[in-house]
């Protein structure tokens, strides 16, 4: 049976997706003073295709590493020797505009810790990239985003269980995560405008991610966790090999914040910054690698790689690669989800730490002529989760809370 899925969503926090780019000359004099000579425009888009590759990453998350994925992630989605099951497009017009023209970080920090200024505000923080400017080749970078408050519909047709898997799979990438760059970092967070209740097996599949209360919340994750075991029977039961969603994940939900997804998004980044200032993570252990047969365990790869770190005293630069096949450099994604989520009208932030094997990870620390091998603290992602159970206190604060949900009880 073919069935059709209207699925209206309005955009929370700027979407900053698309790899277009194109340059333009400089002319102002306080650029070509630093050797910045061109502006490198990254052009946002959005269509069917940044759905489609979310939803394949979240079936591999679910499922974690299996001798049959492959097979299996095929037959929902296609593959070079068939077409996907489901046709997906997008309706509606989007604005855009450029980054950071219309959005202000000066009213939210920077925040003070012990030993020194934090380099960032909260908000600041979690765009980083978006903020870069790279003045070994005389480029500053302008990414244009999506604008918060903008409605579209995203259109599913196909095989009525197929539509319904591949709802499952948008509603957990709805939840906890959001679209294009700094998607793991509370940016482009979409609200589904209108519920959509599912039945399967006497039970019903919740479609939505704008709640009533806090039990709403709660109850509504653990059903469709349960749903989602019965249509797909290995998930979360798979090897944490890679990065995956099992039993060993943790969410949290703070306390309630405002109606601004600007404060929200810097509270959600200054919870990340302040575990990072107070752990002091690294540094020293950093610039004290040596060509020696010492083993060092660092910490900070928990949050991603690569991570580049510069030394005012020393003029040093030392990266942290994560090494993969034929030992080439690649990016070690984060386990760690930051998102925003409205409940009885108000945002709350949502903490998901996702399983993983950190002791399989190849790092290697790059200094200017050499490379040192280093290991990643498993420890250090249960300091995270305990830093977390504890009351915050932001500097010049009232104490901030976030709330463990039990997600398997």
């Known amino acids: 049976m073919t069935k059709l899925y209207k699925i209206e969503l309005e955009t929370i926090t700027p979407i900053m997706a698309g790899k277009n780019s194109f340059f333009d000359k400089i002319t102002d ?236 998004v810097n509270i959600a980044g200054a919870t990340m910054q302040l575990y990072r200032a107070m752990a002091k993570l690294e540094h020293d252990a950093l610039i004290n690698t040596s060509k020696t047969d010492e083993e060092y365990v660092l910490a900070k790869p928990i949050f991603g790689l690569p991570i580049q770190f510069r030394f005012s005293s020393s003029k040093n630069k030392i990266q942290l690669n994560h090494v993969g096949d034929e030992n080439k450099a690649t990016r070690f994604a984060s386990p760690i989800f930051v998102s925003l989520v409205k409940i009885a009208g108000k945002f709350h932030v949502q903490y998901l730490l996702l399983d993983r094997n950190l002791g399989n990870l190849n790092i290697q620390a790059i200094h200017k002529n050499y490379s040192v091998p280093v290991k990643v603290s498993q420890e250090a992602r249960n300091d995270f989760i305990n830093f977390l159970r504890k009351d915050i206190v932001f500097p010049e604060s009232e104490t901030f809370q976030y709330d463990e949900i039990n997600l398997w009880s």
């Open 29 to 264: 004099n306080k650029y070509l003073d630093k050797g910045i000579t061109k502006k490198k425009y990254i052009q946002a888009e959005l269509g069917a295709n940044t759905f489609k590759g979310m939803l394949r990453w979240w079936f591999r998350t679910l499922h974690g590493w299996s001798e049959q994925l492959d097979k299996h992630e095929a037959a929902l989605f296609g593959s070079t020797e068939g077409a996907s099951p489901v046709k997906m497009r997008l309706s509606g017009n989007l604005n855009i505009e450029k980054w950071p023209t219309n959005i202000s970080c000066r009213n939210f920090g920077p925040f003070q810790f012990s030993g020194g200024e934090a380099p960032y505000n909260g908000l600041k923080y979690f765009s980083f990239t978006n903020w870069m400017v790279d003045t070994n080749e005389g480029v500053i970078q302008i990414r244009e985003y999506i604008k918060p408050g903008q409605k579209f519909d995203l259109i599913l047709l196909g095989k009525q269980m197929t539509c319904f898997k591949q709802i499952i799979l948008l509603w957990y990438s709805l939840q906890f995560a959001g679209l294009g760059n700094r998607s793991r970092r509370c940016f482009g967070n979409l609200n589904i405008c209108i519920p959509i209740a599912i039945e399967y097996k006497s039970k019903t599949f919740h479609f939505r991610n704008q709640y009533e209360s806090i039990e709403h919340y709660t109850k509504t994750i653990k059903d469709n966790l349960q749903i989602t075991e019965l249509l797909f029977p290995e998930a979360f039961k798979g090897s944490n090999e890679i990065t995956a969603f099992t039993k060993e994940s943790h969410l949290f939900l703070s306390q309630p914040i405002g109606n601004s997804w600007i404060e929200a």
